[in-house]
């Protein structure tokens, strides 16, 4: 089922909202503002913002490293994230985890993880919970993560055991320092869902509309049982993180046009549709502008933590 008005321009905010965020991120750690590891997701935003409109607020949400855009996409604490970005004690790890490391656990978010391949097993644990309470999982990485191991162990785990799992790939092509030719074996992603006897299907993963769509019916075919379902989003990223320009596209100018752009895209397909005016764009962006100006004022006015101990809250119980 197609979203309704208000979702759309929902999903469109998010987009901007992710992008907003990303694109001044980069721009402070350019200028030194902000250190650490950061690996934006910008030009596939389409992915979480549609996501974040298809599941519930009670289910779970497990992501690799390329997590941030999801981390908003949920609703999770905004201001945390820009205080986890300037290492401050308001973080969401009271900034010590860093970009890399998002998550919210009062919206069930994993959204960080900087060992690649590690969201599928989280994930496929978090299945078993989840089948238990009556909700579900979707678990997000690149296609590069696919190629691990605990991949497969999980697709089959999930598989056996029918666990209400949305697998989700951001297929962006390129892995770290590689491209899918020296990597990946096969065309695509979603065939590996068949070996499992689980349905998969690949979708653009710049159209906010195809991703929701198929997600859409994902979702309510796991809810009903069927188990674990394989969603391919086909996507790029314009950049792998802010200290690796090294891999980038050979196009990736291209990619920021309106035809490829998922932001502009959508943009484009709202005001044909008569679903986004003028000046509800420009009210749509002063929302996007303040809640970044408000979580820029409560990150920097967030202290500077005391030196830690390196095993403080390692454990639950201190040891
Ligand atoms: C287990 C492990 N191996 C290697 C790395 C180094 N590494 C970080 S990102 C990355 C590439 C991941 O590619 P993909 O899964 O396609 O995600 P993308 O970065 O393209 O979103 C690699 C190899 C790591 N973090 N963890
Ligand atoms: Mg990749």
Redesign the pocket.
């Known amino acids: 089922m197609q979203p309704t008005s208000g979702e759309m321009l929902g999903i469109y905010e998010t987009m901007l909202l992710i992008r907003t965020t990303e694109l001044k991120m980069v721009e402070l750690f350019k200028k030194g503002e902000i250190e650490g590891h950061m690996?934006p997701c910008l030009g596939q935003e389409a992915i979480p913002a549609s996501l974040a409109k298809v599941y519930a607020d009670t289910d779970y949400l497990v992501t690799?490293?390329?997590g941030g855009g999801h981390y908003v996409a949920r609703g999770c604490d905004y201001n945390a994230l820009w205080a986890e970005l300037y290492g401050r004690v308001d973080g969401v790890t009271k900034g010590r985890g860093g970009q890399i490391h998002l998550m919210d656990m009062t919206k069930k978010a994993m959204t960080g993880n900087?060992?690649?391949?590690q969201q599928w097993g989280i994930a496929t644990g978090a299945g078993f919970v989840a089948r238990k309470r009556g909700v579900m999982v979707v678990a997000v990485?690149?296609?590069?993560?696919t190629n691990r191991g605990v991949f497969h162990e999980s697709l089959n785990m999930a598989a056996v055991q029918k666990l209400p799992i949305l697998y989700v790939i951001?297929y962006?092509d390129?892995?770290?320092w590689n491209v899918c030719s020296e990597t990946t074996a096969g065309e695509r992603i979603a065939t590996r869902a068949l070996a499992y006897g689980m349905e998969g299907a690949s979708v653009d993963g710049n159209d906010v509309l195809a991703i929701h769509a198929k997600a859409a019916e994902f979702v309510r075919k796991i809810r009903e049982g069927s188990g674990p379902c394989l969603l391919e989003c086909i996507t790029a990223?314009w950049t792998?993180s802010v200290s690796n320009l090294r891999n980038l596209p050979e196009n990736v100018e291209a990619m920021k046009k309106p035809d490829f752009d998922p932001v502009l895209r959508f943009e484009t397909r709202l005001r044909i549709d008569g679903v986004l005016t003028d000046s509800l764009d420009l009210q749509i962006k002063e929302n996007v502008r303040q809640k970044l100006q408000g979580a820029l004022s409560f990150a920097l006015a967030s202290p500077v933590p005391d030196r830690y101990d390196g095993i403080d809250e390692v454990y639950s119980q201190p040891v």
């Open positions: 690996l690799g490293h390329r900087a060992v690649v391949g990485g690149g296609e590069g993560s951001e962006n390129r892995q770290m990223k792998d």
